[in-house]
């Protein structure tokens, strides 16, 4: 069986969850069956990785037309292909136009839903409407689709209520947790000016509306004073949430010491390590279908605080691996909290028990090792996306 799998991100350029599960996932497939991987960027040095540009002559056309573009080129190259299977909307479009093309199943993994997006009209502009369109297209059409968590699955079914149920699947992230695994070292911190001996509470994720960061740097001045912050920033959506941040970084910095801001994506060493020394990773999504960050943090054996919404419950168990706090949002889709101060106040609750309590942060940590190793491995996301292949080319 050859199956062509379809991503705008693929390493090196990665740059979220989704680019993580495509690398993840390719690897271990790539010991059951063929697959193709079609990505978009520059070249690729990987066997059987081809890496697809945006076309030069849309330079100025609006970058969702672009990657539709791509996606073209990368829908005829899917000639003699068994299946196709994509992930996020980037790619969506060119398995759909391949399942058209060649006759072949389509398969797509949903790891966000453009309804539950609004604020990427900010980004896209009408390229929010085309992306929109182009999910909707495709997942309608597929032969299957792979949900990443049990809410995400709901939030399939509620977006597009057309869907029969049971072609939508459930299969979890996984987590390499041979690669994630606690690292004592401490160059990173050093090098980031990170003090080893002072407690840690750390954020990793893109500066997105879905992420949160705004309402955590809100509920940081309440944190306690002994603690650093430690913002580990992604490139930022629009300069609108840039600016927002930026703000809220300033005056948080005027008001406690400790607040430390590394932008751009980390090495997987150094990640680790910053992970394993914190004593609190923050997850304050407001949206968020799974957050294999969440397993990353587990992995390397460190207690979670993150926001009840999404998929994130099914990985993080309250009051076992973490603490998760509940909010209430606004009922205009975007996920921003109907209570912003309150959001804040049980974010810094949650922070302050486990900063004052290293035990129970040592022993959620341990216990988010070991659930990350008995049942997220990506050998089993592997055998479970094959055996869907299987029945769809049987």
Not at 227 to 247: K, N
């Amino acid at each position: 069986m050859r199956v062509d799998l379809l991503t705008r991100e693929y390493p090196p350029e990665v740059y979220g969850g989704a680019g993580v599960h495509a690398a993840e996932l390719t690897r271990a497939l790539r010991r059951l069956a063929k697959v193709n991987v079609r990505c978009l960027g520059a070249p690729r040095s990987e066997p059987d990785t081809l890496a697809y540009p945006l076309p030069g002559d849309l330079d100025d056309a609006n970058p969702a037309l672009r990657f539709l573009g791509a996606d073209l080129r990368i829908a005829a190259d899917c000639a003699g292909a068994d299946l196709v299977h994509s992930h996020t909307w980037y790619a969506n479009a060119a398995g759909h136009l391949a399942r058209l093309l060649h006759g072949i199943p389509h398969v797509m993994t949903l790891h966000s839903l453009e309804p539950m997006r609004p604020w990427k009209a900010e980004q896209l502009g009408g390229g929010y409407a085309l992306s929109s369109w182009l999910e909707r297209s495709a997942a309608l059409a597929a032969d299957a689709l792979i949900a990443v968590s049990g809410a995400m699955r709901e939030d399939v079914l509620a977006a597009y209520p057309e869907l029969e149920p049971d072609r939508v699947h459930v299969i979890h992230n996984g987590i390499d947790t041979e690669v994630y695994q606690p690292d004592a070292r401490t160059d990173a911190l050093v090098r980031f000016g990170i003090d080893p001996q002072r407690p840690i509470v750390l954020f990793v994720g893109r500066v997105t509306r879905q992420k949160g960061l705004s309402q955590l740097l809100r509920a940081a001045f309440e944190l306690r004073p002994e603690a650093q912050l430690v913002l580990c920033c992604g490139q930022p959506d629009t300069p609108e949430i840039a600016a927002e941040v930026a703000d809220l970084v300033t005056e948080l910095s005027s008001r406690r010491a400790g607040v430390v801001r590394i932008d751009g994506m980390l090495d997987g060493r150094s990640l680790r390590q910053l992970l394993t020394h914190a004593r609190v990773f923050v997850c304050p999504s407001l949206y968020e279908p799974m957050g294999i960050v969440n397993l990353e943090a587990m992995a390397c054996g460190t207690a979670v605080v993150a926001t009840a919404v999404g998929g994130i419950p099914e990985v993080v168990e309250d009051g076992r691996t973490g603490l998760l706090v509940d909010y209430l949002a606004k009922s205009d889709g975007t996920g921003e909290p109907a209570e912003p101060e309150q959001l804040a106040r049980g974010l810094a609750t949650a922070i302050n028990r486990l900063l004052d309590d290293a035990e129970l942060a040592e022993a959620f940590g341990a216990a988010g090792r070991r659930r990350a190793v008995e049942q997220f491995s990506w050998t089993g996301v592997a055998e479970r996306t094959l055996r869907i292949y299987e029945k769809l080319t049987a």
